[in-house]
């Protein structure tokens, strides 16, 4: 098994069905990852171990995953200089937006990545990853290269099938 490129921390193992998604992207591009439970606020001395030894443990990039008060992605960001993706779980608070304005409202001077707190946030965070791989990993830039074109071709298949439906505005 190659050694984790990729390093996910849930901030809770209920946040786990939310990142589904994001796991079986980085499967799909072939790039090995691993998944730690570690809370910001409940587990902060490993928080701090595993983050701070992750460059010398060969890691490129690391994903916060939190909901709420969620401080994880920017501890993360704290105490390593590799490249921080956060990702606001969904709450019942207006969708999540608690957990969006925790992670993405960070001080100068600690950048975390931010994507959306629905449904593509996960996704977009192993795409991102990906792509900062990929500035080095030619075989990785090759793979996302083919996502997207299959992502455009998927695009232009359901617009020949609603187009050719929708003829004469109506529905044939
Ligand atoms: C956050 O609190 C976690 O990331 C999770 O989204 C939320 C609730 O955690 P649990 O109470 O379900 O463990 O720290």
Redesign the pocket.
Known sequence: MSPPLVVWF??????LPHVESGLAQLRELGIPFAVRIL????TPLQVDEVASQARENGVKVLIG??????H?AGVLASRTTLPVIGVP?P?SVAGGLD?LLSIVQMPSGIPVATVAAGSAGPKNAALLAARILGVTDPVVAEKLEQHRAAMTRAVLEKDARVSRQYQDGVPT
């Open positions: 849930l901030g809770s193992d209920s946040d809370s910001a606020h409940r995953v939190a909901g709420g008060a969620a994880l779980v709450t957990s």
